[in-house]
């Protein structure tokens, strides 16, 4: 079993930058590929970067690459996702998820779920 909690999140003006975190219990956190998903007002949740258990893989949906990096340290059981450049359509719940197999982009192949993050971006 696999406890994840995020945190960071918050109001920012457009053009800022915000770093979550996830902190994950368990004992087999580098094992686990870790992926964070984002659900704004009114529409699906959607698929927002992911990285492998090494960090050797990662993957970006196309909104976010060259803004969003998402990076580990296996030693705190920690994820993170560094937003800049934010805009006002980033504004959306964002969840944290394991999987306990290779780095994926789809939500029906994560296992764990964190309670999600609020992040709100003013025009």
């Known amino acids: 079993q696999v406890q994840l909690v995020e945190s960071g999140g918050g109001l920012v003006q457009a053009g800022g930058s915000l770093r979550l975190s996830c902190a994950a219990s368990?004992?087999?956190?580098?094992?686990?590929?870790m992926g964070w998903f984002r659900q704004a007002p009114g529409k699906e949740r959607e698929f927002v970067a992911a990285?492998?258990?090494?960090?050797?893989?990662?993957y970006y949906a196309d909104s976010v690459k060259g803004r969003f990096t998402i990076s580990r340290d296996n030693a705190k059981n920690t994820v993170y996702l560094q937003m800049n450049s934010l805009k006002p359509e980033d504004t959306a719940v964002y969840y944290c998820?394991?999987?306990?197999?290779?780095?994926?982009?789809?939500?029906?192949?994560?296992?764990?779920w964190g309670q999600g993050t609020q992040v709100t971006v003013s025009s």
């Open positions: 998820a394991a999987r306990t197999l290779v780095v994926g982009t789809l939500q029906r192949q994560y296992s764990y």
């Open positions: 990285i492998s258990g090494s960090g050797g893989t990662i």
């Open positions: 368990g004992r087999t956190f580098g094992s686990n590929a």
